[in-house]
């Protein structure tokens, strides 16, 4: 199957919603993570749970495979609302929309809405994420 292309600012607009993009957060998935963040707490391990944050961190990297961000672009602010406990083995979907798109001289403000869900179609996380872009000289 053919890679999609990277959208760009400029493409977008209000309401552009991503191409949904899955993971598999198996055992071995989610212990990459525990050790990169150096996680300590044993529940996770224990009880084959994925960390809140491993979830958020699939759903922002669902959203930096999908568009082309200039250098200099920040993430400013994120909102989230986690619904439900994400297991060792599960799936999850990650959807993108944009809720939000503003210039402001040399900058643009985006911000998203996420919403992730299980295999079972259960919302495990929603949400607003929000980024200043910095213009790109397309001139040359």
Same mark, same amino acid.
């Given at each position: ?25 198996? /055992? #071995?998935? !989610?212990? *990459? ?12 391990? &224990? =009880?084959? $749970? ?10 922002? /990297? #669902?959203? !930096?495979? *999908? ?12 909102? &989230? =609302?986690? $619904? ?11 959807? #993108?929309? !944009? ?42």
């Amino acid at each position: 199957m053919p890679e999609q292309a990277k959208a760009e600012y400029h493409q977008l607009h209000l309401g552009f919603e991503f191409p949904p993009h899955n993971f598999i957060l198996d /055992a #071995s998935t !989610v212990s *990459a993570y525990l050790e990169a963040t150096r996680e300590t707490n044993e529940i996770f391990r &224990l =009880e084959c $749970l994925v960390p809140p944050m491993a979830v958020t961190a699939f759903a922002m /990297a #669902s959203l !930096v495979e *999908a568009l082309t961000v200039p250098p200099g672009t920040i993430h400013v602010s994120q909102e &989230l =609302e986690f $619904l439900k406990l994400v297991h060792v083995d599960d799936v999850i979907t990650c959807f #993108s929309k !944009v809720s939000r798109k503003q210039d402001r001289g040399g900058l643009h403000l985006m911000n998203t809405d996420v919403t992730v869900i299980n295999q079972n179609q259960e919302k495990v996380l929603t949400g607003k994420v929000g980024f200043i872009i910095p213009e790109v000289d397309r001139s040359g």
